[in-house]
């Protein structure tokens, strides 16, 4: 019914930046949350950043001041700006949002993820 598909991540050197994609398909009337989460092996899921769909923004402390999160909602997708990246970047990096679908039901989704790896 809902898709989320990341794309854009890859190897980069600490100092360096990445820019990842989460694109939304399907069955879609409306996305409010959408978010970006990353997890290290070994480690729990973290919510990295988080936008409304008026554009408001919310950040974790470890990457305030480097990630950027913007949407586009003409597109349904939401990207992920990472600058600065350090070491401790390196995760899986995993896309979600809360759809309201043309049926009007609201789910939660989550994509595939996207590996970024951080590393001299």
């Known amino acids: 019914q809902v898709q989320l598909v990341e794309s854009g991540g890859g190897l980069a050197q600490p100092g360096g930046s990445l820019r990842l994609s989460c694109a939304a398909s399907g069955s879609i009337d409306t996305i409010n949350a959408m978010n970006w989460y990353r997890q290290a092996p070994g480690k729990p899921r973290e919510l990295v950043a988080a936008?409304?769909?008026?554009?408001?923004?919310n950040y974790a402390d470890s990457v305030k001041g480097r990630f950027t999160i913007s949407r586009d909602n003409a597109k349904n997708t939401v990207y992920l700006q990472m600058n600065s990246l350090k070491p401790e970047d390196t995760a899986g990096y995993y896309c979600n949002a809360d759809v309201r679908s043309t049926a009007a039901v609201w789910s939660n989704y989550w994509g595939q993820g996207t590996q970024v790896t951080v590393s001299s």
């Open positions: 936008i409304t769909r008026g554009g408001s923004t």
